[in-house]
Structure formats: C-alpha cells, structure tokens
C-alpha cells in the first residue's frame, strides 16, 4: 500500500516534443504529490507539485494531471529541451510528511 | 527554501569500519530526513529525525547499524556502522520547510 509505480523507466524525446511520465498508488491516505527532478551528482530537487482535490496544475513547460478515482497522476513537459534531461521521480506523502519515491524515469531530450 | 550541506561528499571505506555524515541546514527546521539511494534508483527513506526525540526508522533499518543524532534545529548526523559492500550507495540528508522536502547533494559512499 506505500508503493508509488512509475513508469517509464527511461524516455527518449526529441528537443520540442512533449514528455510524460505516468505514475499510480494505491494508498488513500496520500494527501500530497510532488515531482522531484535531479540532475547527476545532485539532490533531488522539487519541480511542481499537487493536492488530490486539484485535477491539474500547471507551472511553465510543466504539468501534472491527477486522477484521484483511477489512482494515477502525470507530468508533461511541454517543448522539451535538452537542459531538461535528467531523472524524474514522483512521490507521494503520508502522514508524518514522509514521502515515498516512485521508481524513477531517466529522461533523454535529444536536441 | 532551504540550502543544505552534506560532508563528505564521497568517501571510499574499509568494511567494518563506521562513517559518519554531516548535514547542515541554513535555516532551523524542525524535521529532518535521511534517505538511502542506491546509483541511478529510487530513494528509499532511512528515517525522520526530530528535534528533541529520537529518531524513527522505517522497517529494514535500526538504530544500530544506521545511529542518527540531531542536537539541534539546524544539524544532524548518519552514521554507517559496521559497513559492509552491501552499504554503498548515495545517502540523502532531506530537510522539511514550509512543507517542501528539499535535498542536500549526498554522500556517495562506497565500501571495499
């Protein structure tokens, strides 16, 4: 019930195109979901985030879609660039502020 | 926002020895978190260190082999005892501010 699956694993896009990563849960207590990005060498740093009372959000090239009925949110990245390569995780929050990490997507934008 | 310091940044050990990693705030915060994250994986949450109490540590990890110290709203302290090759990996201090989770760089250790 604490898992977050993330998919996919690694993703290659042309510079421009539209990037999207999936990720579902299964615990209903998670009442927080973030998207980190980070970069090698680097700690994880916060990208966008969303409550489960909001269906979409969105900040510049980023969006996150959420779903509460199916369980599942998404991040697009629109136009993307090659400064955008990087691993992206999403995560979910539970009580405590404790956080649990999907599995990650290593994100290729080719320019 | 908040800016965080780990040290060291790398280090290579002998197995059975212990390390200790520090992790500085720039601003007091009132939780503090130590994740584990093994080389292009996910990160995986070793404990939350509070202010005042002692450390809660999620199942798979004890205070014995993973000692955490938090003296006070800015500072804490992972210690990796007793290390093992099975120990290397990228550990992540993370601290709590305005509810946002942000991430020191990590401390990539690696065990011979």
């Known amino acids: 019930q604490q898992q977050v699956k993330q998919s996919p694993q690694s993703l290659i896009v042309q510079k421009g195109g539209i990037s999207i990563i999936n990720c579902a849960y299964e615990?209903?207590?998670?009442?927080?979901f973030p998207w980190y990005q980070q970069f090698p060498g680097k700690g994880p740093a916060l990208l966008i985030a969303?409550?489960?009372?909001?269906s979409e959000k969105k900040e510049g090239r980023f969006t996150i879609s959420f779903n509460k009925s199916a369980k599942q949110f998404s991040l697009h990245i629109m136009d993307s660039q090659p400064g955008d390569s990087a691993t992206y995780f999403c995560?979910?929050?539970?009580?405590?502020?404790?956080?649990?990490f999907g599995g990650g997507t290593r994100l290729m934008v080719k320019p | 926002s908040a800016v965080i310091s780990q040290k060291p940044s790398r280090d290579i050990c002998q197995r059975g020895t212990s390390l200790t990693i520090q992790c500085q705030v720039d601003?007091?915060?009132?939780?503090m978190f130590w994740y584990r994250q093994q080389p292009g994986q996910s990160l995986t949450l070793i404990a939350t260190?509070?202010?005042?109490?002692?450390?809660?540590?999620e199942s798979g990890f004890v205070i014995d082999k993973f000692p955490i110290s938090r003296p006070n709203l800015t500072f804490s302290t992972l210690t990796v005892s007793n290390m093992s090759p099975e120990d290397s990996s990228i550990y992540l201090c993370?601290?709590?501010?305005?509810?946002?989770?942000?991430f020191g760089a990590g401390t990539r250790l690696s065990v011979l």
């Open positions: 995560a979910a929050r539970r009580a405590g502020n404790m956080l649990t």
């Open positions: 615990n209903t207590a998670f009442d927080y």
């Open positions: 969303i409550r489960p009372d909001v």
């Open positions: 601003s007091q915060v009132t939780m």
């Open positions: 260190a509070n202010q005042g109490s002692e450390a809660t540590y």
């Open positions: 993370s601290s709590l501010a305005k509810n946002i989770q942000y």
